[in-house]
Every structure is written in structure tokens, then in C-alpha cells.
């Protein structure tokens, strides 16, 4: 393990002059708090630093808002981004008065489901691995008023811009609609960017091993190895920040939303996961598609609570728009080997080490540390109870008619759907205390304020349809 003496000479040896507090809010924004190196001592990297925890939306009232920032000394790396030499930590939050983890801390509950799974005997190791897609865009405004609700985006990779007269000459060569799937240069544009997003994410320490663009123009994607469920929480909030920092760095920018576009593919982030125990893998097996019992149990988990779980994969009102049929949209609760329609298919390997289950539905404007856990207790639900997947589903899902397709269950259709799903589904997640329901009632509250922001908010397109009327 790491120790404090290590983090103190990992400081000196490298002149660290600031040491950056990261933590993640209900809703997986990351924050931080910078303490200057002077004051980093035994002390603070062992108990952590008083904040305000009643600034954090979700979290404690104004009359309870002390809380605790204590590092996890394990996950020091150096930012490449600050002008200063700045080592960023993860922090876990714990209670000021107790000493206690904060039930609504979203990084102790992917610790207590990593934990569960240890202690139910089922596995000793949970392996997840997101594949998060972004849009990349040079220009972007948006504007909501009383009187004005607009917004416009702008790439150069735009099939809306072949007929733009640029200053130094279009210069035509763009992918279509749907189609940047995968084009060489210089139809794919972003080459060197995402080359650039590899580099710094590795300064990051992550564990890269591709990058392509993705099926509409100006979305991406970057490989990202498989790891322990809590590493991948940490890892999925780097990677978004050097994104961010890094399209910032080339006068772009980078969005998670997941359906920014109209009329394209939206972004998702399929989801592989297994469990382990003893070094070997519980999800192999001579059963469909190669898998085990267990495997099949965890997929009847997942498609029993799919609906609950979208309250934490995709948890924003934008994240329904990218959840309708067609555009790749994985809306149907169904498994298969085949099948990238479904919403858990089975990702084709040689190996028993690469069988895996990889869910589609969710995607990046999740709290990655909710998401991951929420999926895991899905699973380990199917599994404690065995429940049954049903027959796979290796046929084309968009060709059913739509009688055949209101038989199979789907997804919710929007974001008050899920929240009214989670708060009648929620005894999965209360499994050995690794949700709590204080924490469900108040991550469906906070969820709630963007809920009602989008219903009370009239549309551009209800003027275009209905101001005649």
C-alpha cells in the first residue's frame, strides 16, 4: 500500500508545490480544493481537511456542513495541465463528527460494492470497462431566458457545413451523416487531437490502448483498459477532464451530453463487466455464448432492474433523447451474442479471461461511481436469486414489428421515469448498506430540480408546432 512517506517523497522528488483534493458531487461533477505543499504534512494526508459540505448540491444542510476530505493516497498522479507543479489525489468523504464515510459520498459507495461482493462470497474481484464517446465541437452558445431559449453548435466536421464559405476555402472532406465510422484522414479530421487525448491520459496514468473516431461526425471515443470498479471510477472522471483540458488546449471543446446533435448516432458508454474470485473467471462457462450460470443470472439482474438503473446510467433529460429505436440505440431489455441492438450483448472472445457481459444503455453523463456500482448490484441480485435472462435475442430488434416490440421490455422513455423506477425499486440497491435510502431520496430530489427545469421550460419546437394553433 501507499504510505504517507511515499506521497512526501513523491512531492519532494518531483518540486510539487500544490497538492489538489479531488472529489465527485451526487451528480459526478468533479471538484476540487488546492492546498499549498507547505502545509501537506503527516497529518493532513492521514485525517484529510475540513470543507463545507453544504456548498455541494445533494449534500449536507447549512446547519450539519462540516465534512472531511481524506485522501486516498494510493491514487496520487501529476497534473499536466496547471502552470505550477500540481499532484492531484482522490478523496474519500467522511463525516466530521463520526469519522465515518458520508453515506452520499459517491466514491465510498463504489468501495462498499466492491466490498459487498468480497463479503457475499460470490467473487473477490469486479472488473469494469466503460467505452465513453464525446463530441468535439469548435464553437458552441446556448441560451435560456424568459423570453429566448436557443442554442447552436458548430464543427468543422459538420455535414451542415458543406455549403459554408470559409475564409481560407472549404475544403469539402467531412464525414456524413452516420458516417465517421471509421474514414481515414482527412475525412476524419481529429487525428492528431486524439493522438493528443492518448498522450496526456497516459500522463494521467491511465491505461490507454486505442482511439477512432466514431460513427457521427466530430463524436470520438478513446480506449480505455479494463480495470477494478473503483480504479475505473477515478479513471472515467480523468478521462473526462483531460478531454475537457485538452480539446480546451486546441481552442475546442469536449461535451459527455449525450445527445447533442439532432438527427445522428447519440453518445453512450457501453458498459463490459465481470466477476472474479481466486484469479479466475466466474462468467465463463458451457452455457450461451460461452457463459456460465452466474453470467446469465447477473444478465437477469440487469434486464429485471433496467429501468431502476436508468436513474444512474443515464441520468440526465438529455439521455432519453439518445434512447429512442434506431441511431444504435440499445432501448430493448434483451441479451445477446449477436445483437448490438440489445442492451446487454456478449462481447465475442477466444479466452474464458475475456468473458464478459457489456451493458449499452448507459451512458457518460452518469456519476460513474454510482453507475458502475448500481449495475454491479443488478448483477449480484440475478445472481442471489438466480434469475433467469430469458431466451436470447440474436435477431435484428429494429425489424420487429411493433406489436413483437411491445411484448419485450425497454428502457424508460425519460428521466422521471427512471427517478419514479429507482424510488419503487431500490431493495437491490440497499443490499449490505451499499446504497443507502437517505442517499436514493436525495439523489432523486437533486435529480428532480433538472426534471422540473425541463418541463417548465417551453420549446422551440412547441412554438414551430403549436403557436398557430
Known sequence: MTTVNDVLKKIR?????????????????????????????????????????????GWKAINESDMVLRPDLSTTVMDP?????????????????????????????????????KSSGVGDTVYIGPEAEFFVFDDVKFQVDMNKSMFEIDSTE??????KNYESGNLAHRPGIKGGYFPVPPVDS?????????????????????????????????GLLFDTLLKQ??????????VHMVANAFGKTATFMPKPVKGDNGTGMHTHQ???????????????????????NYIGGIIKHGKALNAFTNASTNSYKRLI?????????????????????????????GKRVEVRFPDPSANPYLAFSAMLMAGMDGIKNKIDPGKAADEDLYELSDAEIKKLPTVCGSLREALDSVDGDRDFLTEGGVFTNDQIDGYIELKMEEVYDLEHSPHPIEFKNYFSV
Not at 495541465?81 to 467522511?94: G, H, Y
Open 13 to 57: 522528488d518531483n518540486g510539487v508545490k500544490y497538492l489538489d483534493l479531488r472529489f465527485t458531487d451526487p451528480r459526478g461533477k468533479l471538484q476540487h480544493l488546492t492546498m499549498d505543499c507547505s502545509v501537506v504534512d503527516e497529518s493532513l494526508l492521514n485525517e484529510g481537511v475540513f470543507f463545507d459540505g453544504s456548498s455541494i448540491a
Open 81 to 117: 495541465f496547471t502552470a505550477q507543479p500540481t499532484m492531484m489525489v482522490f478523496c474519500d468523504i467522511l463525516d466530521a463528527i463520526t469519522k465515518e464515510s458520508y453515506e452520499r459520498d459517491p466514491r465510498s459507495t463504489a468501495r462498499k460494492a466492491e466490498e459487498f461482493v
Open 158 to 163: 459538420g455535414p451542415y457545413n458543406s455549403g
Open 190 to 222: 481529429a487525428q492528431d487531437l486524439r493522438t493528443e487525448f492518448l498522450e496526456e491520459l497516459k500522463n494521467l496514468g491511465l491505461k490507454m490502448e486505442k482511439h477512432h473516431h466514431e460513427v457521427a461526425p466530430s463524436q470520438h471515443e478513446l
Open 233 to 242: 471510477g477515478d479513471a472515467m472522471q480523468l478521462y473526462k477532464y483531460g
Open 274 to 296: 465481470s466477476i472474479w474470485k481466486n484469479g479466475e473467471p466466474l462468467f465463463a462457462g458451457d452455457k450461451y455464448a460461452g457463459l456460465s450460470d452466474m453470467a446469465l
Open 325 to 353: 429505436p434506431g441511431f444504435e440505440a440499445p432501448v430493448i431489455l434483451v441479451y445477446s451474442a449477436r445483437n448490438r441492438s440489445a442492451s446487454c450483448r456478449i462481447p465475442v472472445s477466444d479466452s474464458p479471461k
